[in-house]
């Protein structure tokens, strides 16, 4: 399918975004009932018939929560699932959290959407401003790549004194890297890496739960933490065996600073830091890697993989990736293996977490000026990650579906203002913020109304006064 001299004629984006929203509508089985009387109100769906589409070879593709808007591009899409209770757990844990029992606590895995941090950032603040702010979550200290970035936290560095350990293109040993899918070293004294609450935005200024996540080896380094300029801890990181570490450091709740520093010629090995608040609310961890692939999760060391996301108990996992696999060549049969692989691992390690599968957003291929060609590839990706969460019991929110079906990433890009950049891969700031605005419906849709019984125990805090458990990795890992 081509599309010739878009940019030619401000008619002809109009309507061919008309054109591409009509036919969405129709193959997607989205057309307009009587329950659509009400903007609120999504359309009427019979359970059975759900069912039974899931359980068919043919697809039924994401309802519509709102009719599609006329002042802005993006369709108010749902989460697709097989049962409607994907979100199940993240909406017991919000509602704990309004009740002022607990915490709700979210990670969100992709590649680059996610590690801009500006949609994700956007749900952080948007539900921390209605369950409550109970801190930022986890962060590197160090840039690991010159453009990183998270919205209400200040990250300052000498990056270029230390080295970034993560999986690249071509990559097929196991790396020791953490949570994040990276690991920080660095062998030269005074190396530093630091962060701080954000004094710009409601949300994220204040902390009073910080906790460092690194490695013990026996070459391991020294290094001081500091917290508002005044030494906290000094940490030894040297061990007689290679093992994962933490250190916990609570503060009065107010707006800080915290700091490491090198002290040796010997490496220090970091993964993150936590910043949390001990209180009722939601924490949302933004772990996204440019560039990556899902199969790269598979070179995460897996006991450290494991243990750290144990030790962040999710009541959400996302993986969003795809758009960098739709420019791959690889068969797609090791690309549903692989996915296959991640998702089971990732449902083993927290099985009682909600699940959700972002799939890749529209990547047109430019085959000369104006002249733009459907990946055919994607639609395949969409099918796979759509079979494989639905298979484990997830959500599946299709990002193609969202901005308006295939080729409307040319679209987004032509707007004024434009929804996407002009490499036709990622959006703008604007681009995102809608992506944020839908996908925060969409993982809220079918919430209990506030002031529901809520039958589900209430987590338990931290104990203050736990100490600090390193994990062993010198056995197999866990199956």
């Known amino acids: ?44 769906i019979d359970e059975t018939a759900v069912l039974k589409a899931v359980r068919s070879p043919e697809r039924m593709g994401p309802k519509l929560l709102e009719p599609p808007p006329s002042d802005k591009l ?69 840039h690991p790549w010159r453009t990183y970035r998270h ?72 290094m001081d933490v500091l917290i508002d300029g005044r030494r906290a801890r000094r940490i030894s990181t040297r061990a007689s065996k290679v093992s994962t570490a933490y250190a916990t450091f609570r503060v009065p709740d107010a707006g800080h600073r915290f700091e490491i520093r090198t002290l040796s010629r010997r490496p220090v090995w970091l993964f993150g830091v936590a910043v949390e608040r001990d209180r009722p609310g939601v924490i949302v961890d933004t772990l996204g890697i440019n560039g990556s692939r899902v199969r790269y999760q598979l070179l995460w060391n897996e006991r450290i993989y ?25 068969p797609l049969e090791d690309y549903e293996n692989d996915l296959r692989a991640v998702v089971k691992r990732m449902r083993d390690t927290v099985p009682e977490a909600s699940c959700l599968l972002i799939g890749p957003s529209d990547r047109p291929i430019q085959v000369e000026e104006r002249v733009f060609e459907d990946r055919t590839r ?31 990433m040319v679209q987004w890009a032509a707007n004024d203002p434009a929804y996407a950049s002009q490499d036709h891969i990622h959006y703008t700031r604007l681009g995102y913020q809608r992506l944020g605005e839908v996908l925060l419906s969409a993982l809220l849709d079918g919430m209990p109304e506030s002031g529901t019984p ?18 062993s990795l010198g056995e197999s890992p866990a199956k």
Request: net charge negative; charged share 25%; proline share 4%.
């Open 1 to 44: 399918m081509r599309l010739i001299n878009l940019r030619g004629s401000p008619l002809a984006v109009v309507l061919f975004g008309v054109v591409l929203a009509g036919v969405w509508t129709l193959g997607y089985g989205a057309s307009k009932t009587a329950a659509d009387a009400s903007p609120k109100t999504p359309a009427a």
């Open 74 to 142: 993006g369709l108010d899409i749902a989460i697709e699932d097989r049962d409607g209770r994907s979100m199940r757990a993240l909406h017991e844990a919000l509602t704990r959290a309004e009740a002022g029992k607990g915490q709700a606590r979210l990670v969100f895995y992709g590649a680059s959407h996610v590690a801009s941090d500006l949609f994700t950032g956007y749900i952080r603040r948007e539900l921390q401003s209605r369950y409550g702010d109970a801190g930022h979550g986890f962060v590197v200290p160090v």
């Open 151 to 222: 919205r209400d936290i200040n990250i300052e560095s000498d990056g270029k004194r230390w080295e970034t350990h993560r999986i690249r293109v071509g990559d097929s040993e196991v790396e020791l890297v953490g949570l994040a899918g990276v690991a920080m070293t660095s062998k030269l004294s005074g190396s530093f890496g630091a962060v701080s609450t954000t004094e710009d935005n409601e949300q994220g200024r204040n902390a009073d739960f910080f906790e460092l996540y690194y490695l013990e080896h026996p070459r391991g380094g020294d």
């Open 306 to 330: 494991r243990e750290h996301l144990q030790r962040r108990n999710p009541d959400l996992v996302v993986l969003a990736y795809g758009t960098n696999e739709a420019g791959d060549e690889s």
């Open 378 to 408: 994607t639609a395949h990706l969409i099918e796979i990650q759509h079979r494989v969460a639905l298979e484990h019991g997830c959500g599946f929110f299709d990002l193609v579906a969202f901005q308006g079906g295939s080729l409307s």
């Open 454 to 471: 809520e039958s589900t125990p209430s987590l338990e805090p931290v104990d203050a006064g736990a100490p600090d458990e390193p994990g």
